[in-house]
């Protein structure tokens, strides 16, 4: 206890991993929506929310569904498109400013 942490350090308990994140709060979601619906709502949630919050919900979850090593269609979709979308982010708007993540 009392031990300081840096400010790099996220604790399992960040809202960033809650069952519904900003980002999803925001609209951003797999199923029901097409790339194009998506994307739009990418666009919108940068400026309020930073690419890096960003990429690193989506990483998140990609990483949490691939260690549930379900191999159900649902779940090879959603990492899927996860992984299109973060490959869209980083294109269009990642300079360099942070370290990309690993999925």
């Known amino acids: ?29 797999i199923t029901g929506s097409t790339r194009k619906e998506r994307w739009e709502t990418l666009k919108k949630a940068i400026p309020v929310m930073g690419l890096r919050k ?5 990483s998140a979850n990609v990483r949490i569904k691939k260690k549930q090593k379900s191999s159900d269609q649902q779940s090879h979709y959603a990492i899927t498109e996860w992984e299109y979308d973060l490959s869209q982010l980083k294109e269009k708007y990642f300079h360099g400013e942070f370290k990309w993540p690993n999925t």
């Open 54 to 58: 960003i990429v690193t919900i989506i």
């Open 1 to 29: 206890m009392g031990t300081k942490l840096s400010s790099s350090y996220t604790p399992l308990a960040d809202p960033l991993f809650s069952e519904q994140s900003d980002l999803n709060k925001m609209g951003y979601r």
